[in-house]
């Protein structure tokens, strides 16, 4: 060890400390948030929340509300109508009580309930099984509840269908072109070998819009933030009893049913 | 050095290394690797003075030209565009449907909405004469038409040809 004097410990002292800025200045630099992170943004128009859900008031989905609500979401989305049920696409369709609510079926059902098909449709699950057995990550859970699908990441390997129990997922065995009866030059189409569901209308809640679902259904699809207590979808769920699609399998679905 | 050269020759010499040897089927040797040449040469002779122009992908598009000459711009710079595209398309992907942000704003701070079928191919409405052409030139088939739509309106009015 060599002895340094009061003279020299300064000297280092001050060398250390401008060096010591200029790092400190230039990490400040690195960090910040660069040229291309600062260029994207949400819209500002954009529909936000913690937790979107969808409430489904039965009593006034009726069948030709239904139908309209089926229509416009497999027109918005390029959905094909190919017509043979094992190679069909849905994202949003009917099932009758017993399909819809097994387990929950009594000899003595409610007439309407047995006779009215259900409005069934992905129901963007708490606890998504689809997602956790995706290989590529082409399904996930975003921050506000919707289980969205990246068909650029897609293989096709159709384990997300067999996970989820709702029978929510359709796989496309051919080129659904041919079959897209009505469409939508906004949305693209999905290609050969690419699974697809419903997305909770992801595209038109960025650009400020509820799902065309629940603008079509006339007040009988309410859509709302499950965190906000002053949202029409906690409106409906508190003042009505509301069940949800198999809930002893643990997914937690977000899509309720008035009965 | 030289003497130890020396030395290997010497001894490959005496091994009768040097000693001319009959090639055997001479003839048709010389001539098969003469023909190969020339098979092989064919193409690069063939085409020589010939090399296919550069392509021009056209903007003359009607959106194009209803905008005055400074608003004649992409999102970013020509020169950018040009190298970089693939790579601002494939951000763009990303952001829209990972992180649900749709707005890019320009090099220009023009905000634009991201998407290929509704932003991009409002100017460049000609496919074939502005995508293709360079990746027909490149021998480029990008996977982005199989899914979206390369021409929405025609698309959307059921007037494209390749419909089945």
């Known amino acids: 060890m060599t002895d340094i004097d009061r003279r020299e410990f300064l000297k280092i002292a001050g060398v250390s400390t401008v060096v010591g800025l200029l790092g400190g200045w230039k990490a400040v630099e690195l960090l910040a948030p660069g040229?291309?992170?600062a260029k994207y943004f949400p819209k500002p128009e954009a529909?936000?929340?913690?937790?979107w859900a969808m409430v489904v008031d039965t009593r006034k989905m009726d069948g030709e509300t239904a139908k309209k609500c089926i229509e416009v979401c497999h027109r918005i989305h390029n959905v094909p109508d190919i017509g043979d049920p094992?190679?069909?696409i849905k994202w949003i369709w009917l099932e009758p009580f017993e399909n819809a609510f097994p387990g929950q079926l009594q000899e003595y059902l409610a007439e309407p309930?047995?006779?009215?098909?259900?409005?069934?449709l992905c129901n963007h699950c708490d606890n998504p099984p689809c997602v956790r057995v995706c290989p590529t990550k082409a399904t996930w859970k975003r921050e506000?509840?919707?289980?969205?699908?990246?068909?650029?990441?897609?293989?096709?390997?159709r384990f997300c269908m067999a996970a989820c129990p709702f029978g929510s997922r359709s796989f496309n065995w051919g080129d659904p072109r041919p079959f897209i009866k009505k469409?939508?030059?906004?949305?693209p189409t999905r290609e050969k070998g690419v699974v697809e569901k419903c997305n909770f209308c992801a595209e038109r809640l960025a650009k400020g819009l509820m799902p065309g679902c629940v603008e079509a259904s006339d007040g009988a699809l309410v859509f709302g933030d499950l965190a906000a207590s002053e949202s029409e979808v906690r409106k409906v769920l508190g003042q009505h009893f509301t069940i949800k699609r198999k809930p002893y399998l643990g997914t937690n679905p977000q899509v309720y049913y008035r009965v | 050095?030289?003497?130890?050269?020396?030395?290997?020759?010497?001894?490959?010499?005496?091994?009768?290394?040097?000693?001319?040897k009959k090639m055997y089927d001479g003839g048709k040797v010389i001539v098969g690797i003469i023909i190969l040449f020339?098979?092989?040469?064919?193409?690069?002779?063939y085409n020589v003075g010939k090399a296919a122009k550069a392509p021009e992908p056209e903007i003359d598009t009607p959106a194009i030209k209803k905008l005055s000459k400074a608003e004649r711009v992409c999102v970013e710079p020509r020169p950018y565009m040009k190298v970089n595209h693939m790579k601002l398309l494939t951000d763009w992907r990303d952001q829209v449907v990972r992180q649900a942000k749709r707005d890019y704003v320009g090099f220009t701070k023009k905000t634009y909405t991201m998407s290929l079928q509704n932003t991009c191919l409002e100017c460049h409405s000609n496919y074939d004469n502005f995508c293709n052409r360079c990746h027909t030139y490149s021998g480029i088939t990008p996977h982005c038409w199989t899914c979206h739509v390369n021409k929405p309106k025609e698309w959307a009015a059921g007037k494209l040809k390749e419909e089945k």
Do not use: S, W
């Open chain 1, 35 to 37: 040229e291309l992170e």
């Open chain 1, 47 to 51: 529909l936000t929340a913690k937790r």
């Open chain 1, 86 to 88: 094992k190679r069909e």
């Open chain 1, 113 to 120: 309930l047995k006779e009215n098909p259900f409005i069934v």
């Open chain 1, 144 to 157: 506000d509840g919707i289980v969205m699908m990246d068909q650029h990441r897609c293989i096709g390997c």
């Open chain 1, 183 to 187: 469409r939508n030059p906004e949305y």
């Open chain 2, 1 to 20: 050095m030289a003497d130890e050269g020396n030395k290997v020759v010497d001894a490959l010499r005496e091994t009768g290394f040097f000693k001319p």
């Open chain 2, 38 to 45: 020339a098979l092989v040469a064919f193409p690069f002779l």
